[in-house]
């Protein structure tokens, strides 16, 4: 993964997030994309307290996810999240691996758009500190 920074997330696939079949439902891999961002988030200092704290929200406006091979219950699994760009708006790039064989299982990817806390306004191009919160790592 080529990122500005990213972070790594390990879990375990749930029982109650899989079928009969012990296949993990489609819908919560975007759970897990959450999961890996928050993480990224933290690690940069600009979590969503943070963000509402600058005076902004970070909707998402765009997800996309290709699904390589099917999560398992009980799969130790890794979500990688990285950033790719920020400058317009906030990218955030996905992989999932197998923890133990590190086969590739999905990629994906997040747009999140900078609005005004109180208008909510968007903003075209990203606030200062987002770049700000990035300088360390470019």
Known sequence: MKAIVSEK???RVQFFECDPMAVCWHGHYV???????CNLLKKIGYDYPD???SGYAWPVIDLQIRYIQ???YDQKISIEAGITDYENYLKIVYEIRDV???DKLT???TKQVAVTGDTFEMQL???KIVSEKLAKYL
């Open 51 to 53: 963000m509402k704290e």
């Open 31 to 37: 759970k897990y994309f959450e999961m890996a961002r």
């Open 9 to 11: 997330t390990n879990i």
């Open 100 to 102: 133990e064989t590190g």
């Open 70 to 72: 099917a999560l398992r």
């Open 125 to 127: 191009i990203s606030p």
């Open 107 to 109: 990629k994906g990817s």
